[in-house]
């Protein structure tokens, strides 16, 4: 059983537009990160969000922790080609990080 | 370079061998967590230790499955009589609070 559930699983976008990508469960957490990941490499942290309504910005990226703490999103403007990778949100609790089912992202220039 | 090292990166084995990852983690952070992950699709927990504590173990850790943190520092993962549904990429994690960073894996192949 996937406790988060990401949506979309598969996406593909030309270089310029924007998109969001959707984590979402029926649990609570007390903190949610999200990573991106290059084949044949581990997951590269961008960002923890702890409280519920949270919003951060890095660069290009927001994220964002839903006002419940069940759910995130992660919003990516004017995507380029390096923004290319496996996005993945990892929720804590108890002692432990529960991975989404991931959202593979292809940036074609 | 997130400061978490595995060892080897690449290990191609023949079914029924044994074989030994090695992670060493952020110094200062006490949890150390293993997963694996299959092409795709998001890393599945394996263990976690807490120093030298192996405080949760997932039903995935079969019995020919052991891992190991002596004195709080590196952890091995050892698996045993390798079938080839254990190719994958196996993860080390290390973590001080709520945030964890990822080694860069160890990719094992059982043929």
């Known amino acids: 059983t996937q406790l988060l559930e990401q949506s979309p699983q598969f996406l593909s976008i030309q270089e310029g537009e924007n998109l969001t990508v959707y984590c979402n469960s029926s649990s609570v957490f007390s903190s949610l990160q999200w990573y991106r990941q290059e084949p044949g490499e581990g997951p590269v942290l961008l960002v923890t969000?702890?409280?519920?309504?949270e919003v951060k910005k890095l660069k290009r990226l927001t994220f964002q922790f839903g006002d419940a703490r069940k759910d995130s999103s992660l919003h990516i403007t004017a995507a380029q080609p390096g923004d290319t990778g496996l996005y993945l949100c990892?929720?804590?609790?108890?002692?432990?990080?529960?991975f989404g089912t991931g959202t593979s992202l292809t940036v074609i220039p | 370079d997130t400061g978490v090292s595995q060892d080897p990166r690449h290990k191609i084995t023949k079914r029924g061998q044994n074989v030994t990852f090695r992670c060493d983690p952020i110094?200062?952070?006490?949890?150390l967590y293993w997963y694996r992950q299959t092409l795709g699709q998001g890393p599945e927990f394996l263990t976690y230790?807490?120093?030298?504590?192996?405080?949760?173990k997932s039903r995935l850790l079969s019995d020919r499955f052991s891992a190991e943190r002596p004195k709080g520092s590196f952890s091995t993962l050892e698996i045993q009589r390798t079938e080839q549904g254990d190719s994958a990429m196996y993860l080390c994690a290390s973590s001080a609070v709520e945030t964890q960073y990822f080694g860069p894996g160890t990719r094992l192949l059982v043929l």
């Open positions: 230790f807490q120093n030298e504590a192996q405080l949760e």
């Open positions: 990892a929720g804590f609790r108890g002692n432990q990080f529960y």
């Open positions: 969000v702890v409280t519920g309504g």
């Open positions: 110094s200062e952070h006490n949890r």
